[in-house]
């Protein structure tokens, strides 16, 4: 399936890695819609800024992808160790969903898994050795800033947690793309909606959120941070939810609007949320 976006042609040509030290303007510019002028589904082909990009590759860290870590392959042994310690027997299980090669651009992968899969296990094992007492499948997830999919594909393959009833992503329209991509191509009998060509109509907004989740498969529900208000109104809450390190990077006033709109006045059976550094949001969440 083919999304046209904008009306800009492409061409066909690659571009070389943007600087992680990407300016302001860059990231205003870069939620401007038309620049992602096209994006074919099937392919994984995106055209950002008259440049075409093919999502296998997206480890190279060009154009709008160029802050993810998919890069980094080797492993995180402290994490494993971590993982294993809180629980060895759920740490075992999760770890059975090797790692995915997709995006790699033909990188390899040692046993263990890249840096963040390993890194996703240990938060996934901290998670569910928590939830113990409660069942581990079936569940709904909310995950704010889904980097590129990696912990839905793990909880989704997994024997111990797998199916999931809905997992939500709210993130930036160009992480949505390369989820949707990467998780379409991970996950079977997962049904994957995005809010990607959705536009401004108010009753395909509303059609889109109110729609009811199918009852043969799991949902895959890729939401754009444009329609926070619109997924709000119709979010009453998820057995889990999930931040890693995207909100506690907001600045204040931001995070409390997400904390608002997900937590306050919410059902949401587990919070799971990893920060930085300890600080003010740490100290406000621990007195909720």
């Given at each position: 399936?083919?999304v046209?976006?904008?009306?800009?042609?492409?061409?066909?040509?690659?571009?070389?890695?943007?600087?992680d030290?990407?300016?302001?303007?860059?990231?205003?510019?870069?939620?401007?819609?038309?620049r992602?002028?096209?994006?074919?589904?099937?392919?994984?082909?995106?055209?950002?800024?008259?440049?075409?990009?093919?999502?296998?590759?997206?480890a190279?860290?060009?154009?709008?992808?160029?802050?993810?870590?998919?890069?980094?392959?080797?492993?995180?042994?402290?994490?494993?160790?971590?993982?294993?310690?809180?629980?060895?027997?759920?740490?075992?299980?999760?770890?059975?969903?090797?790692?995915?090669?997709?995006?790699?651009?033909?990188?390899?992968?040692?046993?263990?898994?890249?840096?963040?899969?390993?890194?996703?296990?240990m938060?996934?094992?901290?998670?569910?050795?928590?939830?113990?007492?409660?069942?581990?499948?079936?569940?709904?997830?909310?995950?704010?800033?889904?980097?590129h999919?990696?912990?839905?594909?793990?909880?989704?393959?997994?024997?111990?947690?797998?199916?999931?009833?809905?997992?939500?992503?709210?993130?930036?329209?160009?992480?949505?793309?390369?989820?949707?991509?990467?998780?379409?191509?991970?996950?079977r009998?997962v049904?994957?909606?995005?809010?990607?060509?959705?536009?401004?109509?108010?009753?395909?907004?509303?059609?889109?959120?109110?729609?009811t989740?199918?009852e043969?498969?799991?949902?895959?529900?890729?939401v754009?941070?444009t329609?926070?208000?619109?997924?709000?109104l119709?979010?009453?809450?998820?057995?889990?939810?999930?931040?890693?390190?995207?909100?506690?990077?907001?600045?204040?006033e931001?995070?409390?609007?997400?904390?608002?709109?997900?937590?306050?006045?919410?059902?949401?059976?587990t919070?799971?949320?990893?920060?930085?550094?300890?600080?003010?949001?740490?100290?406000?969440?621990?007195?909720?």
């Amino acid at each position: 399936m083919r999304v046209d976006i904008g009306s800009q042609g492409c061409s066909q040509h690659s571009a070389a890695p943007t600087s992680d030290g990407a300016s302001q303007e860059f990231w205003s510019e870069l939620d401007r819609k038309g620049r992602l002028a096209t994006y074919n589904f099937d392919e994984g082909e995106v055209c950002y800024d008259d440049v075409l990009y093919n999502l296998h590759s997206f480890a190279d860290k060009r154009g709008p992808w160029h802050f993810m870590t998919r890069d980094f392959t080797d492993p995180d042994e402290a994490a494993i160790g971590i993982a294993k310690e809180v629980s060895d027997i759920v740490y075992t299980s999760l770890s059975e969903v090797a790692d995915s090669k997709l995006g790699l651009a033909g990188r390899t992968l040692p046993p263990q898994g890249s840096k963040n899969h390993c890194r996703h296990l240990m938060m996934l094992t901290m998670l569910f050795s928590v939830m113990s007492n409660e069942p581990s499948t079936n569940l709904s997830y909310l995950e704010i800033g889904g980097g590129h999919g990696n912990m839905a594909r793990i909880v989704g393959s997994a024997r111990l947690t797998r199916p999931f009833q809905r997992w939500t992503i709210f993130d930036m329209r160009h992480s949505l793309m390369v989820q949707d991509w990467f998780l379409r191509n991970s996950l079977r009998d997962v049904d994957v909606r995005n809010t990607l060509n959705l536009g401004d109509d108010m009753l395909s907004i509303e059609g889109f959120f109110a729609a009811t989740r199918p009852e043969a498969n799991s949902e895959l529900l890729l939401v754009e941070k444009t329609y926070v208000h619109s997924f709000a109104l119709h979010f009453s809450g998820c057995d889990v939810l999930i931040a890693t390190h995207s909100w506690s990077e907001l600045p204040w006033e931001d995070f409390l609007a997400y904390y608002n709109l997900f937590i306050t006045g919410k059902s949401v059976g587990t919070f799971c949320m990893q920060l930085r550094k300890v600080g003010p949001r740490m100290i406000f969440l621990s007195g909720r």
